[in-house]
């Protein structure tokens, strides 16, 4: 009885095999159609519209074409550094409080609402930063934190006082 058994095991586990090695055969030359057109993309021109920065991350680059967005406010702030170290940060030093990962163009400020866009005209010209992280609540509302990839960065670029200009959204 076990024998008989023991063969029943073998040839479901043949069969098993089998059906696997048919599924990886064939299951690459089967490539379902999009049925949206807007599902469906160009590679090239999706390469025109992006960078690469650190050899590895794509990130999108500005609309040429698009409007120069329009200062709303000028203020007075204090602007420092920060970078992803346990020690600058709280529990995850690679999540903002808005919970998105750290990257270029991040800023901490307590007063302005996340998402909101600003420049800083005399340190870094056009370049646009978006507030997605917060401060101690010591440093007060006037105060920016530009993150940092490089702990050492952020300590040479020190303290400035500056403005920024706070664009519309």
């Known amino acids: 009885m076990e024998i008989s058994s023991k063969n029943h095991w073998d040839r479901n586990f043949l069969i098993l095999i089998l059906g696997v090695g048919i599924l990886l ?3 690459p ?8 057109k807007e599902v469906e993309f ?3 021109e999706m390469a025109e ?22 200062v709303v406010q000028k203020i007075t702030v204090v602007v420092t ?15 903002t409080a808005a919970g998105t ?10 007063f302005l609402p996340f998402g909101t866009k600003i420049r800083i005209p005399e340190l ?16 007060g509302n006037y105060h920016i934190d530009i ?9 040479e670029f020190g303290v400035k006082k500056t403005y920024v200009e706070i664009l519309e959204s």
């Open 101 to 110: 990962w750290v990257r270029d163009g991040i800023v901490a400020n307590n």
């Open 42 to 44: 160009n590679a090239e």
């Open 25 to 27: 055969v064939f299951l």
């Open 147 to 155: 993150w940092f990839a490089s702990y050492w960065d952020a300590k």
């Open 124 to 139: 870094y010209g056009e370049k646009v930063f978006v507030v997605e992280d917060r401060m101690n609540w010591k440093k």
């Open 81 to 95: 550094a920060y970078s992803s170290t346990p020690m600058e940060t709280d529990e995850d030093p690679y999540i």
């Open 29 to 36: 030359v089967y490539e379902p159609k999009a049925q949206n």
């Open 49 to 70: 519209k992006m960078i690469i920065t650190q050899g590895n991350s794509l990130i999108p680059l500005s609309d040429p074409s698009g409007p120069e967005p329009e």
